[in-house]
């Protein structure tokens, strides 16, 4: 019997701060390198990385191109078991199965971040972003208290470590990804590195450096094309070569379990004909 998907949940309680941009582009890249990926979108409102792969289907018509992809769909049920059910029905024969969140608490993102096998908590380098995991001293920027979304994740992995041991599933790997990194803000970035440190030690979590500030990330949703899909973006200048660099280097900071090579499958990824039954309803 093949084995469950390996779950990537992009969770925090905080619109805004990447998590479906990543998600997104971490689905994709994952795809081009051979993986079948499978994504749920736990947004039935927003739906952005819903719309996003929605996007990209209609670009692979539109254009008459082959792109490596992802299944997807939106979950609107009214239960953890229906949700995974759907987690089962879409990640079947999968290698990833990708979570989005929504960017506020939710009984649905709270039951994904706790089967996580990876966590993955994008954070804009801003002290507004930190303080969803920690608050810092406002004189001396040591950190003070964790926040309620850290002590939640940290029982989450308690009771995790314990299926760990009686399912003999890998242990939790909560990653903070650093999103819209800008160069320029060097001493804020210090600062925040400094806090990130501290708290990753007592909360254990891993810190990755994730995609940085461009304007290119807000242009390619209509699209539905990513970065990687050079070829399709028009000229490309150097920038965009040092931003494809980036998003290796994140794929490999998330040190995700990659099945045996395989050559990145068009037809598997067709975007699914019909949403499921629980897809909210469209806008007229
Ligand atoms: N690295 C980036 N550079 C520039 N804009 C970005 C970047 N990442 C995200 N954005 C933009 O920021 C906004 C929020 O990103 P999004 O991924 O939707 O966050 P979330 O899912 O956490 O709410 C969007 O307008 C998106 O296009
Ligand atoms: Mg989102």
């Not at 890249?29 to 929605?54: F, K, M, N, S, W």
């Not at 949700?83 to 079947?92: R, S, Y």
Request: charged letters at 30%; hydrophobic letters at 40%.
């Amino acid at each position: 019997m093949p084995s469950a998907p390996h779950r990537i949940v992009f969770a925090n309680e905080k619109g805004g701060t990447g998590k479906s941009t990543t998600a997104v582009h971490v689905a994709i890249a994952l795809a081009y390198q051979g993986a079948r990926v499978a994504a749920i979108d736990l947004d039935p409102r927003q739906r952005t990385l819903h719309r996003y792969l929605e996007n990209r289907g209609e670009t692979i018509v539109r254009r008459k191109i082959d792109l490596p992809t992802a299944r997807f769909d939106v979950f609107g049920g009214d239960s953890v078991e229906a949700l995974e059910d759907l987690a089962a029905e879409i990640g079947q024969g999968c290698d990833f199965l990708v979570f989005d969140t929504p960017g506020r608490d939710d009984p649905f993102a709270r039951h994904a971040a706790t089967r996580a096998d990876t966590l993955v908590t994008p954070l804009n380098d801003s002290f507004v972003d930190f303080d969803l995991i920690g608050q810092v001293d406002a004189e001396t920027f040591k950190v003070r208290r964790l926040s309620f979304y850290a002590e939640l994740i940290w029982e989450a992995r308690k009771k995790r470590a314990m299926a760990t041991l009686a399912d003999k599933r890998r242990e939790m790997d909560w990653v903070v990804v650093r999103n819209r990194i800008q160069h320029v803000e060097a001493r804020n970035k210090r600062r925040l590195d400094e806090a990130l440190g501290e708290l990753s030690k007592r909360v254990g979590f891993r810190v990755a450096n994730g995609l940085s500030e461009r304007v290119i990330y807000r242009e390619l949703f209509p699209s539905g094309l990513t970065l990687l899909d050079k070829g399709q973006l028009g000229e490309l200048g150097t920038s965009h070569l040092v931003a494809r660099q980036e998003l290796r280097a994140l794929l490999a900071g998330l040190n995700l379990p990659m099945p045996a090579k395989r050559a990145p499958e068009l037809a598997f990824a067709e975007p699914r004909q019909q949403a499921s039954p629980q897809a909210a309803p469209q806008a007229a």
